[in-house]
């Protein structure tokens, strides 16, 4: 059974910095890609940011490009989105989502598995 659990959400400063994490299991982790979307109150689902399976490769959606970073370590199925330089606009429940591929689409019709989410509230 797939399944994805994201931590490391929580208060975060403008101009600040955090680190969230997603635990994957049920899979075979290091076959396929992972993406992260985040959903501000009132909006839908948009695309942040992906990596390929072998992690030597990631697409950065423009909102984030230069401040945001991915990683990910196969050897504890984890994916790793560090958020550098936050603003109030970044404010959302941030999720993330696993591929049917090696490499990491952006549209959320794209994707069957989901984490539940971990909230990231950016005060100004």
């Known amino acids: 059974q797939v399944h994805l659990v994201e931590s490391g959400g929580g208060l975060a400063q403008s101009g600040g910095s955090l680190n969230l994490s997603c635990v994957a299991s049920g899979f075979t982790f290091s076959d396929y890609g992972i993406t992260w979307f985040r959903k501000a109150p009132g909006e839908g689902r948009k695309w942040v940011i992906g990596i390929f399976d072998d992690g030597s490769d990631a697409y950065y959606s423009d909102s984030v490009k230069g401040r945001f970073r991915i990683t990910r370590d196969n050897t504890k199925n984890t994916v790793y989105l560090q958020m550098n330089n936050l603003t109030p606009e970044a404010t959302a429940t941030y999720y993330c989502?696993?591929?049917?591929?090696?490499?990491?689409?952006?549209?959320?019709?794209?994707?069957?598995?989901w984490g539940q989410g971990t909230q990231v509230p950016v005060s100004s």
């Open positions: 989502a696993k591929s049917e591929h090696s490499s990491p689409p952006y549209l959320p019709q794209d994707f069957t598995y």
